[in-house]
């Protein structure tokens, strides 16, 4: 039974996004940004670390001064330590590393065990079990609904890549991912699932290496708006405006990190039913309004910008999740706006002379 048990889970060995985090010399920052803006509690601060909570796990997002600790991390969660055992072997007999958790990092990670090893493109994924739970329930920093975690994890990570084709099969060949959907304009982006949230892990081709986001999702739409508004008070800080996304429908902007990376704050993302998920190609670019990306090179925020305007004028609409929740309800609607009316009336659009499109 237990061979049985281990074999049906490494179908799809991961079950969410459990923490991330890494090395930081700008401890005091992550402090005041990460409770007075994000509305995370402080866990622990001290002079050479600083942990944050979201929910009822005792951490999840970790920063430390230590020379020693890695540059960035991300804790992937699996079931118990037979899982992990099997799945330490798969890697190893793929040629990676899987390097067994020091008893001082399953403390300072709050995990029973775990293993670390490398993407190709040399990310840092630390696979475990057993995530601590903290005694008292969470209090958020600011005045706030809370955040939308429990069995789909602390939300998603997206990371630059030279290429997807070179890390692609790590990811679905050996970690279990699943293929959501993908974007090749106005950039190449591809988006993996391992629960119901639509994506927990994105790839996006930009030739760099590293983090690009953590996404991080609210109980209420308010809780959104009152970040957004406190996110603008500080020059430079918004990376990305308030949009929403075409393909897991999220609300949300993005904030620039005292470490450098950004944050997606976000409210009202989707539902998948991972058993019957099937991947298609986003055509209608990222975004259906919103999320102009001051960091994009300035043609590929204006294709960007192309694409959202082509799919308002071709009527592309996306239910709000409390709908599409329900046995996938308005998820074919998305669809056939996407393929079908965005096909013809967008390009139309596209091709039509600005001056005339008034």
Request: glycine share 12%; charged share 20%.
């Amino acid at each position: 039974m237990a061979g049985t048990h281990v074999s049906s889970l490494l179908e799809t060995p991961i079950i969410a996004l459990g923490y991330a985090g890494g090395r930081s010399d700008a401890l005091e920052d992550w402090r005041g940004f990460g409770v007075n803006l994000l509305g995370l509690e402080l866990e622990q601060a001290t002079r050479a670390d600083v942990n944050f909570r979201m929910d009822g796990a005792a951490r999840r997002l970790m920063f430390s001064a230590d020379a020693a600790e890695a540059s960035a991390f991300f804790g992937w969660e699996v079931a118990d330590g037979a899982v992990l055992s099997a799945l330490a072997a798969r890697l190893e007999s793929h040629g990676y590393v899987a390097n067994p958790f020091p008893r001082a990092l399953c403390d300072r990670r709050g995990v029973k065990d775990g293993v670390i090893t490398f993407d190709p493109a040399g990310n840092r994924i630390e696979l475990f079990y057993g995530q601590e739970q903290a005694p008292a329930p969470f209090t958020p920093g600011r005045a706030l609904s809370g955040f939308r975690t429990g069995g789909l994890g602390m939300g998603h990570a997206v990371l630059h890549v030279e290429s997807i084709d070179g890390v692609m099969p790590f990811y679905c060949d050996i970690l279990g991912f699943k293929l959501s959907d993908y974007a090749l304009r106005p950039f190449k982006a591809y988006f993996f699932h391992i629960n119901a949230r639509h994506h927990s892990l994105a790839l996006i081709e930009t030739g760099g290496a590293g983090i690009h986001h953590l996404m991080m999702e609210v109980q209420g739409i308010d809780d959104l708006g009152q970040g957004y508004d406190l996110a603008q008070l500080e020059e430079g800080r918004v990376a990305t405006t308030l949009g929403r996304h075409s393909n897991d429908h999220m609300v949300s902007f993005y904030v620039r990190t005292p470490s450098g990376f950004l944050i997606e704050y976000g409210w009202g993302g989707r539902s998948i039913d991972p058993s019957a998920w099937a991947p298609v190609e986003m055509n209608i670019g990222p975004s259906l309004w919103g999320h102009e990306r001051d960091w994009l090179p300035p043609e590929t925020r204006d294709e960007a910008r192309r694409l959202r305007l082509a799919a308002a004028s071709a009527g592309v609409r996306a239910p709000l999740r409390s709908a599409g929740m329900r046995k996938g309800a308005g998820v074919t609607a998305l669809r056939c706006a996407s393929f079908a009316v965005f096909g013809a009336a967008a390009m139309r659009w596209m091709l039509t002379p600005p001056m005339r499109r008034i």
